[in-house]
């Protein structure tokens, strides 16, 4: 899971990396109970679950009560990349001197955890100049790799010790929580030569969630995702009209493709898993019918040995029970597939010969 | 590195050659049950099953279980095992068989942790065994052995290596071949997580020697960077067999994992666009759906 900035800094303050002064809200009257606690001037964050905050208008600087009653409600209305504010971070403002970046990330492709370090902070990695790379296993930062990282970076004295202190805290934090990203960026120095993390990105390994009950609080799931979790589905929801399901995530990725590339609008991308059955089929019909803005439904099923009769079954199901009363499109690899058409005669699935057929009908079916 | 086919096959003097034994691990639950009786009706030789406390059973009337690797093992020899277990009993299953002396490791288990794999991986190397998956479909050798969950509907014997991170896509694009003709002479499930035990490019390595391999298909699909360094190794080692890629999940957002755990664009990291450039790079043509693989493919022979 992915986490916001302020719950990236909780996990932060319990490791003791230094942080300034910050507390979120969620409404503008906590927002002023901090306000007054706090004391101007501060920054006003949002809190959503993607990067280039800054530029979207996302963090204002504020003075006084005016100021506050004016971007609070500015920066909590704000919809960054499709993400709508979660909540609001109020932060000290910071005396700085220079901003740095340090991030400890799962390396794929080395298959071991990674620092990227630079002197150069406050930009997006990709941005980032003059990025020190040291591969350290499974995690762990040595002395030796640490103090090769700070002569690296030119850092000396008291700026030095608090960086390598940073950076051995997050490690620890990193393999503590199973993280595949922690990443503060900036990391500032102060004027004081201290150390402070100013922004936070945490991203934990899904699969390792079971073993940690304490990061569940930070868990964001949908109704409708939290359904499908439990299906053992893997559901995306997505902004279009027609909705996507497949067994397999490539299979489904690979539809969702072909419909964009053929002027289609995904409504989501809902992978039943590697076998498809009545149950699973008819699950994932439950959970469509959940969402108004699906106009048709796209099904890509490739069996190899499932019977096509077998999900045919599922939609029949669904039209009985007036789960759906949405076309359906569909193309299902697997035996007795004449069967299957004869079966749902009359009904509003149709079954093709071929995806790209099933794809064309869709598009022009919803248009319709 | 260990010869993936001698381990498949084995040499001709060995007694079960063209028939290594296959060890399955958690041969008694849901899932590993229907797979083993379909890798037996498919022909793969299933020498034992581990089962802790079900020790001294037999699975089909005819496939001696065990409570422990280390026994399978020294009853039957076997340098191969399939695991099937929940993904929170992936790494002791997995350290067992390591330590017994399992050399091919195929990983079913889907949401397994990633420092289980890496720990595992960790010992692997140790023990110089390679590791497919997790998260994978499995390894075959078409019409001769099959050690996965794959359907055999859509192979088909012959000279083509196919490498891919899903499964469903490997089935439909190995269909698609065989229907064009193209028969597969290996295809190697990479898995669809982050950390892959055998990754596309060491797969690569395995294949690219093999005598009468006519050519390669890459099935890839957007996340971390494992098709961009295939692509450079391909270019820097002067192959020049016929090969064709795919990439799914171009029109997938950014930051949102697409079903694999693998499968998730970070920033520009992991994006279609950048393993696609690379590929053209490497002058492999990228079929844009799954059907157009094998006309691609013909029109590189």
């Not at chain 1, 009257?29 to 606690?37: D, L, Q, T, Y």
């Amino acid at each position: 899971m992915r986490l916001l900035e302020f719950q990236a800094k909780e996990l932060f303050r319990e490791y003791g990396i230094n942080l300034l002064d910050s507390k979120s809200s969620t409404n503008i009257e906590e927002g002023r109970k901090h306000a007054k606690e706090l004391g101007y001037p501060f920054v006003i964050k949002i809190q959503v679950p993607v990067g280039g905050r800054g530029k979207a208008g996302g963090i204002q600087m504020c003075h006084n009560d005016d100021e506050f009653e004016l971007k609070y409600p500015q920066v909590m209305n704000l919809t960054i990349k499709g993400e709508k504010a979660r909540a609001i971070l109020l932060e000290k403002m910071a005396d700085i001197k220079k901003e740095l970046y340090l991030s400890i990330f799962l390396n794929r492709s080395k298959r071991c955890y990674t620092i990227i370090a630079s002197s150069d902070g406050g930009v997006e990695i990709e941005s980032v100049k003059n990025q020190i790379i040291k591969e350290i296993g499974m995690g762990d930062v040595s002395d030796e790799v640490a103090s090769e990282v700070v002569k690296e970076m030119g850092l000396d004295g008291k700026t030095a010790d608090g960086f390598v202190d940073t950076l051995k805290k997050l490690s620890k934090l990193t393999i503590e929580k199973e993280a595949e990203l922690a990443e503060i960026n900036p990391l500032a120095i102060m004027q004081d030569n201290t150390i402070i993390a100013l922004d936070g990105k945490f991203v934990t390994d899904d699969n390792s969630n079971y073993r940690h009950e304490e990061l569940q609080k930070y868990q964001e799931i949908s109704e409708i995702e939290e359904r499908a979790e439990k299906s053992g589905f893997s559901l995306v929801e997505l902004d279009g009209n027609i909705a996507v399901v497949g067994n397999g995530a490539g299979l489904v990725m690979s539809t969702l493709d072909m419909l964009s590339d053929n002027g289609g609008k995904p409504a989501c991308f809902l992978d039943v898993g590697g076998g498809a059955t009545t149950e699973s089929v008819y699950e994932a019909l439950t959970l469509i019918s959940k969402m108004s803005r699906v106009k048709g439904i796209l099904v890509n099923l490739y069996g190899g040995i499932v019977k096509t009769t077998v999900v045919a079954e599922a939609f029949l199901k669904a039209y009985e029970n007036n789960l759906i009363d949405l076309p359906v499109f569909s193309r299902l690899k697997g035996t007795e597939s004449e069967k299957a058409k004869e079966m749902l005669q009359g009904s509003r699935t149709k079954i093709y010969d071929s995806v790209e057929e099933a794809i064309n009908a869709a598009v022009m079916g919803v248009k319709n | 590195m260990t010869d993936i086919f001698e381990l498949l096959k084995g040499k001709p003097e060995d007694s079960d050659y063209m028939k290594k034994g296959v060890i399955v691990q958690g041969i008694t639950g849901a899932y590993g049950s229907i797979h083993a009786r379909h890798m037996i009706r498919d022909g793969t030789n299933i020498v034992a099953g581990v089962t802790p406390g079900k020790g001294g059973q037999k699975f089909e009337d005819s496939v001696p279980i065990y409570n422990t690797m280390q026994e399978a093992v020294d009853a039957t020899n076997a340098k191969i095992s399939i695991i099937f277990v929940p993904a929170k009993f992936f790494l002791g299953a997995a350290k067992e068989a390591l330590e017994a002396g399992i050399k091919l490791l195929v990983a079913i288990p889907e949401h397994v942790p990633i420092r289980d794999t890496m720990k595992t991986l960790e010992l692997a190397k140790q023990k110089g065994a390679i590791v497919i998956g997790p998260n994978t479909p499995g390894i075959m050798i078409p019409e001769l052995i099959k050690i996965g969950i794959m359907p055999v509907t859509p192979f088909k014997a012959g000279k083509i290596a196919v490498l891919s991170k899903s499964g469903t896509l490997l089935y439909e694009i190995s269909d698609s071949l065989t229907s064009a003709g193209f028969g597969q002479s290996i295809t190697i499930g990479i898995g669809g997580d982050p950390i892959n035990g055998t990754r596309l490019v060491d797969a690569f390595e395995m294949i690219k020697d093999i005598p009468d391999l006519e050519g390669l298909v890459i099935v890839g699909e957007i996340g971390g960077d494992s098709e961009e360094i295939l692509a450079q190794r391909i270019i820097d080692s002067g192959f020049s067999k016929p090969t064709v890629a795919y990439i799914a999940g171009r029109a997938a957002p950014k930051e949102k994992r697409m079903g694999h755990a693998g499968a998730i664009v970070m920033g520009t990291y992991g994006s279609a666009e950048s393993k696609i450039t690379m590929f053209n790079k490497a002058n492999i043509p990228v079929a844009k759906r799954p059907v157009e693989v094998p006309v691609l493919l013909a029109g590189k022979m």
